[in-house]
């Protein structure tokens, strides 16, 4: 069965250092999208694209973060300076309508 | 906004027992419901799903029904086992799917 890959699972960094997560969707899917779990809180939505651009994006994802779809099979996600409170679980998803498909997770902690 | 509510955990079961972990929902339009579940360390995964009033899903034992009268998607299982152990979310989106939004999540421990 097709799978979402995430790359890396853990990634640790200096706080301001830039670091850019990425997904693989699934291959038929046209909807990509991040999400954000904190240790221990709810699973939180950042954005959604479609079609080569943002369709959505919560008041978390501020002008630190960006994504892009730079070729045809990955969806990045890129955190400009990072912040102690970015620390927290990314989840990628990808669907062609409900539900959406997520990714194992990439843990980002931030030193 | 669209909201869940899901009873807050931990729930802490005996093995075999009877499993109820309430969720009401908040929507505008006809949301799809699902149950994901978070095994310890891993990722979140599709537990079930019900698109549509009445509908209820089911997968692995647990079941929950779609009943739009009460704005409920409750999971249930009959008989736990201490492999259940795990955070549960109940979610919905929109029809097209376009954004998942999650309730805090129920940790549930089972007791050998």
Not at chain 2, 22 to 36: I, R
Not at chain 2, 79 to 102: E, H, M, N, P, R
């Amino acid at each position: 069965e097709p799978e979402v890959t995430q790359t890396p699972s853990h990634q640790v960094t200096q706080m301001g250092q830039e670091v850019i997560l990425r997904c693989v969707p699934i291959s038929n899917h046209l909807y990509f999208y991040w999400y954000r779990q904190i240790l221990g809180q709810k699973v939180e939505f950042l954005v959604s694209f479609y079609n080569n651009e943002i369709s959505e994006k919560s008041e978390i994802f501020d002008d630190q973060f960006s994504v892009e779809r730079p070729d045809g099979s990955n969806f990045t996600l890129k955190i400009r300076s990072t912040k102690l409170e970015d620390s927290a679980m990314y989840f990628c998803a990808s669907n062609k309508g409900a539900p959406q498909y997520f990714g194992p997770g990439t843990r980002l902690t931030v030193l | 906004g669209d909201s869940v509510t899901q009873m807050e955990g931990p729930v802490t079961l005996s093995e075999e027992a009877f499993l109820t972990i309430n969720c009401t929902y908040t929507a505008t339009g006809y949301p799809s419901l699902f149950w994901y579940v978070q095994y310890p360390g891993e990722g979140l995964q599709l537990l079930l799903k019900a698109t549509k009033a009445d509908d209820k899903g089911s997968n692995k034992g647990f079941e929950a029904t779609y009943r739009k009268e009460t704005t409920s998607f409750h999971l249930e299982k009959g008989s736990v086992q201490v492999s259940d152990s795990a955070v549960y979310f109940c979610a919905l989106s929109d029809t097209g799917g376009f954004k998942t939004i999650f309730g805090a999540g129920t940790r549930l421990f089972v007791k050998a």
